[in-house]
């Protein structure tokens, strides 16, 4: 099994920067691709950002494009997410994701993902 760990959030304004990182308790890392999802309230959970097993291939939400950057650190079994010019709607709870197929694809739903972490609290003012 997959246990997931995400870190990193907190209160920033709006412009700000953050660093979400997710941590995963698992020895074969390298395998999964992972993603980033977050979840405002009264919302459903939304696709954020996809990478590889390898890191070479990405995907983003639109909403995200040229803001955010999804990487990972396969030797520390760690994957991140670096946000810039944050705005009060990027304001969620910001889940990590992997999936068990090592097979690259667009990957956008949350049923096409088998682990998720608990979640950490991003909230930004404007």
């Known amino acids: 099994q997959v246990q997931l760990a995400e870190s990193g959030g907190g209160l920033v304004q709006a412009g700000g920067s953050l660093r979400l990182s997710c941590a995963a308790s698992?020895?074969?890392?390298?395998?999964?691709?992972m993603a980033w999802f977050r979840q405002a309230p009264g919302k459903e959970r939304e696709f954020v950002a996809a990478?590889?097993?390898?890191?070479?291939?990405?995907d983003y939400a639109d909403s995200v494009e040229g803001r955010f950057t999804i990487s990972r650190d396969n030797a520390k079994n760690k994957m991140y997410l670096q946000m810039n010019s944050l705005k009060p709607e990027d304001t969620a709870v910001y889940y990590c994701?992997?999936?068990?197929?090592?097979?690259?694809?667009?990957?956008?739903?949350?049923?096409?993902?088998?682990?998720w972490g608990q979640g950490t609290q991003v909230t930004v003012s404007s």
């Open positions: 994701a992997a999936r068990r197929t090592t097979a690259w694809g667009t990957y956008r739903t949350v049923g096409d993902y088998d682990y």
């Open positions: 698992v020895r074969t890392f390298s395998s999964y691709p």
């Open positions: 990478i590889s097993w390898g890191g070479r291939n990405t």
